[in-house]
């Protein structure tokens, strides 16, 4: 990259007569230009990239380029709309211990103190789940879906099994549960995090 | 940006979802009784089923399977769920079972890739 810097400067000079008139501000400029044209052609020749919407350009200048190179400058210094970002994670990812710890808090908070009773429980549970949701949704973890389920269960001596199987992307989603236990009744939250496109 | 052929409301799927469910749940435990040293055995193979037939379907949907076994004792239990997703792609369908020893809850989410 030095060496073709180098090589620009030497290019440029050329077209000066090597003098870089610094004494005159327009030629100053328009020399400053054209040893940054210059670089960006270098620079667009290693790499590629697609561009769907340019602004009109119409600065004399580009009168002495070829056509290829116009057109090549014109996407460099052009708004980029529409285009792919192509990427493949996100730029926060899902930290499962902060949401357990979350969850748990919210748990503890709202359940520690509380006896089951079966008018009230099913309003506690639609809460319970909503505030997690917004708490999880207030990680800011960026582009993931959640799906968050909670479930009371009165204590009476029975047996209780819950299983879950899910296909989904391991590297990127994640899940994460929390229980709260008391005299009359268990509570379980489930977090799952998807990531999405 | 999915293409137009490939985008399928989940909900228009549900009804092949809970019949999916169903049978999944009544082959398992069709006609059994409450056994404390099956249910482990029983309630991964009504995941598992649920979710192989789901993939069968050959949708592009990521899918969330889950299970819940209880012994009928007079006990309360409360499930509620919240999700986070594109209501226009993405669904869920819940699937209660029961016997005289038992009840099953099964609840399937889909979501749009």
Known sequence: HRLQGNDTILKCQKTFNNQIPKHNSKLYFFFCFKKYTQIVKDRMRSSSHEVHGTEPMDDESFAEFGKSEIFTLRTSMAKIRYANTYKMEPYRKFQAHLVRNKAQHILTQRLQETKYNGATSSFLCNSI???????????????????????????????????????????RDNWVSAKCETESFVSLALIMACYYE | AVPNMYVCEYLFVNQNVSSHSNSAIESAIGGNAYQHSKVNQWTT??????????????????????????????AGLHTASSCFWDNTSDGNCTVRWENKTMYCIVSAFGLAI
Request: proline residues 1%; aromatic residues 10%; glycine residues 6%.
């Open chain 1, 129 to 171: 789940s909503e505030e997690i949701l917004t708490a999880v949704k207030d990680m800011g973890f960026d582009r993931y879906k959640y799906v968050v389920t909670v479930l009371i269960l009165q204590k009476t001596g029975q047996a209780i099994k819950i299983s879950s199987r899910w296909v989904w992307d391991v590297a």
């Open chain 2, 45 to 74: 193979s009504v995941v598992e089923q649920t979710l192989s037939q789901l993939t069968k379907l050959g949708k592009p949907f990521k899918y969330i399977v889950t299970c819940v076994i209880m012994q009928k004792n007079g």
